[in-house]
């Protein structure tokens, strides 16, 4: 008789919050040191569900409704990872998280180094990222610039439910504080396939969305959809083929896939939501002016919010970049 071989994983269609749920649960199911802290993760599950269930599964040691205090929900989780917990940190809006900014740059991404590797801070931050789903004011915001311009943190924004529940897993387990932005706009747009049970996608590499020969879009999160809708839309006015690349992680960046794609291109437009003064698309296009620059043939041109505030939702479609700006950077690229 031939020996048994276990069953694949089963593949099942969830939407993106499904999948940071799933993630969460894999990980807390795993391991006993994880646990999640946050405004109303608990009884109510989280503002946008994404905790849904886990509170009665795991009870109140396990996932713990804080008071209304950001800088108390991330002191507390340092000091929980320090002593051995791992911890995720929900902080309920992207506008929320300027409260926790004292300890995430003097404490969170300093004590391995002050401690000379002693210690650690098996952390992670979560919050939701970005706008266009009609929200108040300081709950639309892009704040990924800051972190990424914080040592010691490593910063991950993905744009599909499999690569949020594989780097969620991933930022459970690494010995090293995260900050993962979910896009809020995909939670539920976003939905494609996702293997059940443990699997992780490793922190630092770039995902490849789809090949091309004439331009590169680089992005992340949700503006990740609106560059494949601008790609279509280049391929079929055009004849333009596209490249895009999904960052999906900041920091650590990878370069490499950056350079390679550009590279071969020579033409590259970068697509965000923040505004573009200080944006991480400025650090990005330095690097490739700074290391690819005899490849090129067209200046980097970026995409991003006006160098405003975030306006209330009335005009937010008009602050987000969407598919008609980047199909206008990227012909303005082509054509230089």
Same mark, same amino acid.
């Given at each position: 008789?031939?020996?048994?071989? $276990?069953?694949p994983p089963a593949v099942r269609t969830l939407n993106l919050v499904q999948a940071v749920n799933e993630a969460l649960d894999v990980a807390m199911s795993a391991d006993k040191r994880?646990?999640?802290? &946050?405004?109303?993760?608990?009884?109510?599950?989280? *503002?946008?569900?994404?905790?849904?269930?886990?509170?009665?599964?795991? &009870?109140?040691?396990?996932?713990? /409704?804080?008071?209304? #205090?950001?800088?108390?929900?991330?002191?507390?989780?340092?000091?929980?990872?320090?002593?051995?917990?791992?911890?995720?940190?929900?902080?309920?809006?992207?506008?929320?998280?300027?409260? *926790?900014?004292?300890?995430?740059? %003097?404490?969170?991404?300093?004590?391995?180094?002050?401690?000379?590797?002693?210690?650690?801070?098996?952390?992670?931050?979560?919050?939701?990222?970005?706008?266009?789903?009609?929200?108040?004011?300081?709950?639309?915001?892009?704040?990924e610039a800051y972190f990424c311009h914080t040592p010691g943190i490593k910063v991950v924004i993905p744009s599909t439910p499999y690569d949020a529940k594989g780097l969620l897993i991933?930022?459970?387990? /690494?010995?090293?504080?995260?900050?993962?932005?979910?896009?809020?706009?995909?939670?539920?747009?976003?939905?494609?396939? *996702?293997? $059940?049970?443990?699997?992780?996608?490793?922190?630092?590499?770039?995902?490849?969305?789809?090949?091309?020969?004439?331009?590169?879009?680089?992005?992340?999160?949700?503006?990740?959809?609106? %560059?494949?809708?601008?790609?279509?839309?280049?391929?079929?006015?055009?004849?333009?083929?596209?490249?895009?690349?999904?960052?999906?992680?900041?920091?650590?960046?990878?370069?490499?896939?950056?350079?390679?794609?550009?590279?071969?291109?020579?033409? %590259?437009?970068?697509?965000?939501?923040?505004?573009?003064?200080?944006?991480?698309?400025?650090?990005?296009? #330095?690097?490739? $002016?700074?290391?690819?620059?005899?490849?090129?043939?067209?200046?980097? $041109?970026?995409?991003?919010?006006?160098?405003?505030r975030m306006p209330l939702f009335r005009l937010e479609q008009y602050y987000i970049p969407d598919a008609d700006r980047v199909v206008m950077a990227a012909r303005k690229t082509l054509?230089?």
């Amino acid at each position: 008789m031939s020996p048994k071989t $276990a069953a694949p994983p089963a593949v099942r269609t969830l939407n993106l919050v499904q999948a940071v749920n799933e993630a969460l649960d894999v990980a807390m199911s795993a391991d006993k040191r994880v646990m999640i802290l &946050g405004e109303d993760v608990g009884r109510n599950g989280g *503002v946008f569900r994404a905790t849904e269930g886990l509170w009665k599964k795991f &009870g109140d040691d396990r996932v713990v /409704d804080t008071p209304l #205090a950001e800088i108390g929900i991330m002191g507390s989780a340092i000091g929980l990872a320090i002593s051995g917990m791992r911890p995720v940190a929900e902080i309920q809006f992207d506008g929320f998280m300027p409260s *926790v900014f004292d300890q995430v740059v %003097c404490h969170l991404g300093r004590i391995r180094s002050r401690s000379r590797g002693k210690m650690s801070v098996p952390l992670v931050l979560r919050a939701p990222h970005g706008g266009l789903i009609h929200a108040p004011e300081h709950h639309s915001e892009s704040p990924e610039a800051y972190f990424c311009h914080t040592p010691g943190i490593k910063v991950v924004i993905p744009s599909t439910p499999y690569d949020a529940k594989g780097l969620l897993i991933a930022a459970i387990e /690494d010995p090293d504080p995260v900050v993962f932005f979910e896009p809020k706009l995909l939670y539920r747009s976003a939905k494609g396939e *996702v293997p $059940a049970g443990r699997y992780t996608v490793e922190i630092g590499k770039a995902r490849l969305v789809q090949e091309g020969k004439d331009i590169t879009l680089l992005t992340w999160g949700a503006m990740t959809v609106a %560059c494949q809708k601008a790609a279509d839309r280049l391929a079929m006015e055009d004849g333009a083929s596209v490249e895009i690349i999904d960052l999906r992680t900041l920091a650590p960046l990878d370069l490499d896939a950056i350079l390679a794609s550009v590279g071969k291109t020579g033409r %590259c437009v970068i697509a965000h939501e923040a505004p573009n003064t200080g944006s991480w698309a400025a650090e990005l296009s #330095a690097l490739i $002016a700074e290391r690819g620059l005899l490849r090129l043939q067209a200046p980097v $041109a970026r995409v991003g919010g006006w160098d405003i505030r975030m306006p209330l939702f009335r005009l937010e479609q008009y602050y987000i970049p969407d598919a008609d700006r980047v199909v206008m950077a990227a012909r303005k690229t082509l054509n230089f």
